[in-house]
């Protein structure tokens, strides 16, 4: 079962309430709240989508650029040993940490 949902390159939870007997979710990757329910799949994906265009239009009236999600760029922590020892191993490899670094994720598992 897949547990995420998109839409014009937003990407939604998908989460279901017991209780509540809804399914729901919030858009992922982003700062601001959007969030969207459904008793069934179609009207979970209905809602999602109207969250989303609302959205886009409130940041079109407003004059603000929505948020876009999973810009490419992220911070990590290494040790200062395993950054000099990679920063030595791409210089004499004639590459950049970055490009070391995206090929090495390109080529794992998490990303097949």
């Given at each position: ?52 265009d609302d959205y886009l239009e409130t940041c079109k009236s407003e004059g603000k650029e ?47």
């Open positions: 079962m897949n547990n995420t949902i998109q839409y014009k390159g937003y990407l939604g939870s998908v989460e279901f309430s017991e209780e509540d007997g809804i399914f729901y979710g919030k858009v992922m990757g982003i700062r601001s709240l959007i969030s969207y329910e459904g008793e069934n799949a179609k009207d979970l994906l209905d809602d999602f989508h109207g969250a989303i929505p948020e876009v999600a999973y810009k490419g760029s992220f911070n990590i922590r290494i040790s200062p040993d395993l950054h000099k020892r990679l920063v030595i191993y791409t210089t004499t490899h004639q590459m950049s940490l970055n490009r070391y670094i995206e090929e090495t994720l390109e080529n794992s598992p998490a990303a097949l």
